[in-house]
């Protein structure tokens, strides 16, 4: 009797319980299909001075990518908004479910986690997050930051296989829920991207941000590695005979260097580039 108490009391702890009922159902439904509207909405502490004409196109294509498909490289200059576009667009493609497979790609493995810890953040302390997605921020909440936890958490008796690292975050499984395990991971460039998978899924979407540095960009070895990185293991990533879509905001740092290169529609032809001007 004491050890069913014992287990009765672990199990009842580990369940998270009833979800919060969606605070505003049209809100959310408002902005499903509208990446600036989701901006705007839930993150005005990232967006308040209003969108320039530039932010605007440039967060569209990042929106076409999520959706439709396709590879996209943007010349956008220092300060321009496009690493916290970024996050908030691997935020929007999870939270709703148009992607089941997010990856986060930095120049090295800590400024890809140091994005992540961004996204975190927001899963953690975003009011209106919580407001109208109770599904995937219940569940994270519940863990209290506690990674740990995440094994034994339950939903109505049942795993929901969330996951909470620093690398990587897995949403609940939570039944009918567009974004049920659905995965954000961070990973660096050059640090062994080829066959990365998480129980045998792979990545469908992308987001590859200011993948060079300021040495790489004087050098052409490195240059040509990274590129061969990006078209070669980054593209791979979805496996054999399946389309990734890839989202790269990049900042020209010397003329011919790898970002410089991708641009060039000649060189690479698969690529739709764009450069805005400071």
Sequence with gaps: KERRRQAEMAESGRDIGELPPVVDPERRERCRLNLELFATTYFPH???????????????????S????????????????????????ELWAGLYGHRRFILGVGASKPLAVQSLENI??????????FQDFPEVIHPIRSLENIANRSAGQLYKGEPTYIKWKRDRVVFAQIE???????????????????????????????????????SSAKSHSQTRIRLGLINGAVRGLAGPGKTMAVYSPVTVIAPGDGADQ?????????WQGRRYEL
């Design 46 to 64: 990232k967006f308040y001075l209003g969108f320039s004409d530039d932010l605007r196109e440039s967060v569209q294509t990042l929106q076409r």
């Design 66 to 89: 999520i959706l439709q498909g396709g590879m996209f490289a943007l010349a956008v200059p220092r300060g321009g908004g496009k690493s916290t576009i970024g996050e908030v667009g």
């Design 120 to 129: 975190q953040a927001e899963l953690l302390t975003n009011e209106e997050l």
């Design 176 to 214: 009918g829920a567009a974004s049920a395990g659905c995965i954000i991971r961070a990973a660096g460039l050059t640090g062994g991207l080829r066959g990365l998978n998480e129980k045998g899924r792979r990545p469908d979407f992308a987001v590859v941000d200011d993948w060079q540095t300021d």
């Design 262 to 270: 991708l641009l060039d529609v000649q060189a690479y032809p698969d």
